[in-house]
């Protein structure tokens, strides 16, 4: 059993910061074989869409083209945790932020993977 623990949202006003974390928790040998790590945002009414993802060991991250320039992913020291830095945050940012692990990457992002609980964001104008 994986567990992905999330941290970090709330509310901020337009042009704020936020930063986000996720560790990941129990079984250590499925743990050890994740390969990307990252967060996904769902906005009421709309798809789950990705933010930013990481590859694990490797460091390579990859960003939706909406939050390039203003969002930073990054591993913690060790393999299982990982943070999400945004900036400059904009109202349409809000939503629940949910973060995904896998052994199984496409393009930058991991898929078929475990999810975390989710995180809500409120970015006001």
């Known amino acids: 059993q994986v567990r992905l623990g999330e941290s970090g949202g709330g509310s901020v006003q337009a042009g704020g910061s936020l930063t986000l974390s996720c560790a990941a928790s129990g079984d250590t040998k499925r743990i050890n074989r994740f390969k990307c790590m990252g967060w996904f945002r769902e906005a009421p009414g709309k798809q789950r869409e990705g933010v930013a993802g990481i590859t694990i060991g490797g460091g390579s991250t990859s960003y939706r083209d909406a939050v390039k320039g203003r969002f930073t992913i990054f591993q913690d020291n060790g393999k299982n945790t990982i943070t999400l830095k945004m900036d400059r945050l904009k109202p349409e940012g809000s939503g629940t932020y949910f973060c995904?692990?896998?052994?199984?990457?496409?393009?930058?992002?991991?898929?078929?993977?475990?999810w975390g609980r989710g995180t809500q964001v409120a970015v006001s104008s």
């Open positions: 995904s692990a896998s052994a199984d990457c496409r393009n930058g992002y991991p898929q078929f993977g475990y």
